[in-house]
């Protein structure tokens, strides 16, 4: 929430493909949630669904990092 910054970024690193989103929002304490919200529950599902690993990292008052990494398939795996 009232963000006025939003960086995307998409690498690939080793046999990895990484999605990093980062805000300059309010934040928010994500220990204390613990993730329990619909959004946050959805994006784990999504996450789990491409075999993906998902990690939030948040703050209040220090913003949002949202990242998700997940494995490149072989590229000898087709041919």
């Not at 990292?57 to 490149?72: I, K, N, Q, W, Y």
């Amino acid at each position: 929430a009232d963000a006025s910054s939003v960086t995307v970024r998409l690498t690939e690193v080793g046999d990895q493909l990484r999605l990093e989103v980062a805000d300059n929002g309010q934040g928010f304490d994500a220990s204390a949630s613990a993730g329990s919200g619909f959004g946050m529950e959805s994006m784990r599902q999504r996450a789990a669904k491409i075999h993906g690993r998902l990690d939030v990292r948040s703050a209040p008052m220090d913003g949002t990092t949202v990242l998700v990494e997940v494995r490149l398939p072989d590229s000898e795996a087709g041919q």
